[in-house]
């Protein structure tokens, strides 16, 4: 089998509205947010699970760090899932895909075992402050084992809105322990996608991609750019500040940065695929640019639906 030969650099940009895009389960399960630049921040683990998440249950992959319990209800270890491939370093990353792209840490027939997974992500951050984030209380209808004479209060801390960007890079050195294939890019790719408008639950329903870029280098480059995140920013429109921000059609990401960035550099670059959503308005035409600084051949729109 074929593992993959070019650097990736990733670039993935989506929004939340009214939920919790990454609670901190050590305190109160407010989402992560620094108090100094105002912006609100999710770990490279969280986009990991939405990952993971989408792969196991929708396209039916088998992944390695996923949340099992045994019959008591109790979580399955790591070293208990090593024991579901015969703790065979080999069969586990022939089975589990999330191996292959992230890699782990594990004790296979006694001894730790540690794999460095190719693809890895920063922690995403807002592109501009946020208002928030919000905590409020309201009750539900049936009442608690302790309460029985009334219904339960509950408490939540929500994000109004915030635009999030990740960068990434996948590793082709490292691809070879793991045995990273396209295949298994292509299908990171889709989760990332779809994993974000998948994750329908009470807390993280209103999540949204808008934006997914990658770039290609040639193969023996040895080289990425870097930051991708931070070539990115994005404008309120009108008279808003960028914590009254509600919408992705109430601001502009302004791109030329990225665009001038990747121009300079396009004697190293074999493609550019990108996904972009109908509603995201970017300054300039980022796909109309990329085609007139790279060459249509070199730019592929994915198909993510």
Known sequence: MDYI???SEFLFIYDVKDSNPNGDPLDENKPRFDEETGQIIVTDVRLKRTIRDYLA???GKEVFIIEIRDK???LRTKEDRSGDFKDDPDLIL???IDMRLFGATTAVKGKTKTWTGPVQFKFGRSLHKVDGPIFYRGTTVMPSKEGKKQG???EEWIVPYALIAFHGVAN???AKTTHLTEEDLNLMIEAMWNGTKDLITRSKFGQMPRLLL???YKRGENFYIGDLDKLVKWKPKDALREEQVRDITEGTLLVSDLLNTIEKHKEKIEK???AIHERLTTEPGILHSLKNNLGKEKVRILDLS
Do not use: D, M, S
């Open 72 to 74: 008591k209800g109790e």
């Open 57 to 59: 249950t929708v396209k």
């Open 272 to 274: 550019v695929e990108i």
């Open 214 to 216: 990658r770039i290609v």
């Open 172 to 174: 082709e050195h490292a």
């Open 5 to 7: 030969e070019n650097r």
């Open 94 to 96: 022939e089975k589990c």
């Open 152 to 154: 339960t209060f509950r």
